[in-house]
């Protein structure tokens, strides 16, 4: 085993110094004759699902639910507080480069990291090392939520719906589940499933898409969702910039607290950081932030 680890530190090693020799002969890490294909403005939009209903279950909440949801799913709840700024996300997609899949401020790249987002989350029950992939065979939508919700096959076939290309449950049937169940643990989990389905993957508004439920299913497992988050997340911001428009269908706020967080002013480090209670995602939340800044100023500021 001992061997085995040296080895791997050795291999990584021999890569960092090949990475830096290529960086150093060649300047850039882009193919040559690269030309990019950008548009100059890109007209994203950030249409997000109405989220009051999701707050006020939230709110009606005691505090045992609530300790229930944090301690199995970590601390989505506070993304229902993000205020989706407009003006600063559009400002935002005019500084994503998909060549190299980062914001690129000036002379300053900035792009979320796993263990950014990990840190927002503060989902303890996440394994870092168990990332999400789609295996061939998994459940049908109809088991994968009969599972979740705990209902009957009847009953959840009778709510499937097809949205596009894909099928969906709508939130309506979910929020009047979450309303009448009598157990709290299923409350919780149609909650949580919800919250994936409108928050961190909006496909479809107003409904919760079938492909947000094959991850859901896997939490339990300890697979950690960030790895999909952010691949969601470039792969629509690299959509919309490379096409000039289009609706961004990541999760904005988790993407919006990650860009305070980096001008978040700290006068000093705080034991509380290594503490299983702190929450920077909470912290970032009580934070008041101006919201009458132009698009224009936002993309001067930046």
């Given at each position: 085993?001992?061997?085995g680890f040296i080895d791997?530190?050795?291999?990584?090693?021999?890569?960092?110094?090949?990475?830096?020799?290529?960086?150093?002969?060649?300047?850039?890490?882009?193919?040559?004759?690269?030309?990019?294909?950008?548009?100059?403005?890109?007209?994203?939009?950030v249409t997000q699902n109405y989220l009051q209903e999701l707050t006020d279950i939230w709110n009606s909440w005691n505090n045992e639910v609530k300790q229930l949801f944090y301690c199995n799913y970590g601390d989505l709840p506070y993304l229902l507080n993000v205020k989706v700024d407009k003006y600063l996300f559009r400002?935002?997609?005019?500084?994503?480069?998909?060549?190299?899949?980062?914001?690129t401020f000036g002379g300053v790249d900035l792009v979320p990291t796993v263990e950014e987002y990990t840190a927002l989350l503060n989902f303890q029950k996440a394994q870092v090392d168990r990332a999400y992939s789609r295996p061939v065979n998994i459940l049908t939508f109809l088991k994968k939520l009969m599972k979740a919700t705990g209902m009957s096959e009847q009953w959840v076939s009778a709510r499937i719906k097809q949205k596009g290309d894909s099928k969906c449950i709508p939130w309506r049937n979910l929020r009047d589940l979450i309303l009448a169940h009598p157990h709290m643990k299923r409350r919780v989990d149609v909650f949580a499933l919800s919250l994936y389905g409108l928050i961190i993957f909006p496909k479809a508004l107003g409904h919760i898409?079938?492909?947000?439920?094959?991850?859901?299913?896997?939490?339990?497992?300890?697979?950690?969702?960030?790895?999909?988050?952010l691949a969601e997340t470039f792969r629509s911001l690299n959509g919309c910039r490379r096409t000039g428009e289009g609706r961004f269908i990541g999760c904005a706020q988790l993407l919006l607290a990650?860009?305070?967080s980096h001008f978040w002013k700290v006068e000093k480090v705080s034991y509380r950081v290594f503490s299983k209670d702190y929450s920077p995602l909470r912290k970032l939340v009580a934070t008041s932030r101006r919201d009458d800044i132009s698009e224009k100023k936002w993309i001067t500021i930046l």
């Open positions: 085993m001992e061997n791997r530190v050795e291999d990584n090693a021999a890569v960092r110094v090949w990475s830096e020799r290529t960086q150093q002969e060649k300047g850039d890490s882009l193919i040559e004759g690269y030309e990019s294909e950008l548009w100059d403005f890109t007209r994203i939009s400002a935002l997609a005019q500084f994503w480069n998909p060549a190299y899949s980062c914001f898409d079938e492909a947000v439920s094959d991850l859901f299913d896997r939490l339990d497992k300890g697979t950690t969702p960030v790895p999909a988050i990650w860009f305070h």
